[in-house]
């Protein structure tokens, strides 16, 4: 599943090419990746022409594109009468814009193309605009989706219980330390619930712990404040390394906006790389299952936690 960096890739290449356009056309080709819409493929596509996307935003693994205010919309659409409402009308007491809120799932695209090039095989929903290009939704194994959230501009209520990342400029480092070092589960599911810290999957989890010589199994509360703190630091360093070098592609599912792929996987030390030399100390990495996935970790970096004692 795409991570953080892989989400702010694709949020930074639609900020490039859809800012500023307008929506002309929506074709919804497969009625599952609009299924959390309430209304269906016709309300979905209803509540999207004619709007403006004025701008990308992000938090975690979810991205969404602001939209000019629909009251906005009507009255432009409406001819002079609704050009001296909208001027007679002061901005702050405007409802919120709303916004097309966007999750890849597992193998989500988001690609701008132009109209004219062949359809992808995957191909869910294709958004005209008034561009040389369109928006399109390519999802092989559809569990990602599309939605209109009503006046989440700012920040859809639907991803509202949802932590900041730790690339937001506003993450509170010293609230995200204490609330880890109180909770007793291993520090790697900690790092997975977005709930606490949002944006970190299972690669960038187990590369932050390789750099770090934690284990995931390390109860959080066993943590000390220098080491919780040292951890949130390679949280960062591995995510804008992998930004730098345009996320991480195993295959063909994760893509930009162009359909490229990132190159961070060539920099990975433990995720993926079972029965490989740990790169810091030779030793074998390991994976183990976990949570209905895999993880990585070099067993003698990283050593397993003792047991807590029973009394």
């Known amino acids: 599943m795409p991570e953080l960096p892989e989400v702010e890739v694709v949020r930074a290449g639609l900020e490039r090419h859809v800012t500023g356009a307008t929506i002309t056309s929506v074709a919804v080709l497969h009625d599952r990746p609009v299924r959390r819409h309430p209304g269906g493929a016709t309300s979905f596509a209803a509540a999207l022409t004619g709007r403006k996307v004025v701008g990308t935003r992000r938090r975690g693994k979810y991205l969404w594109l602001p939209l000019d205010n629909s009251d906005d919309a009507e009255r432009v659409s409406g001819g002079d009468s609704g050009q001296q409402a909208a001027r007679a009308t002061p901005p702050d007491t405007l409802p ?7 999750h890849l799932g597992m193998s989500g695209q988001l690609l701008v193309q132009p109209p ?7 191909l869910r929903v294709r958004i005209g605009l008034d561009r040389a290009w369109e928006l399109r939704f390519v999802d092989q194994r559809m569990f990602g989706g599309l939605s209109v959230s009503a006046g989440g501009a700012d920040l859809p209520p639907e991803i509202a ?3 900041r990342d730790p690339l937001d400029p506003l993450f509170d480092d010293t609230e995200f330390v204490a609330r880890l070092r109180r909770r007793t589960a291993g520090v790697k599911r900690l790092l997975l619930d977005q709930g ?3 944006g970190i999957g299972n690669i960038y989890a187990d590369e932050a ?6 284990h995931g199994e390390r109860p959080a509360d066993r943590l000390t404040r220098a080491q919780a703190i040292e951890l949130l630091r390679h949280v960062r360093e591995v995510m804008v ?7 991480t592609s195993f295959d063909s599912l994760y893509v930009n906006v162009n359909g ?16 490989a030399p740990c790169d810091r100390c030779g030793t074998a990495i390991r994976r183990v299952a976990f949570m209905n996935r895999s993880s990585y970790f070099c067993p003698r970096c990283q050593p397993a936690p003792r047991r807590r004692r029973v009394v």
């Open 96 to 102: 919120a814009g709303d916004a097309l809120l966007v």
């Open 116 to 122: 004219h090039a062949p359809a992808e095989r995957h």
């Open 161 to 163: 219980h949802i932590a």
């Open 196 to 198: 606490l810290i949002s």
């Open 209 to 214: 712990l390789w750099r770090s010589g934690l």
């Open 241 to 247: 390394e992998a930004l730098d070098q345009g996320g």
């Open 260 to 275: 490229e792929s990132g190159y961070f996987d060539r920099a990975l030390h433990a995720y993926g790389r079972e029965d």
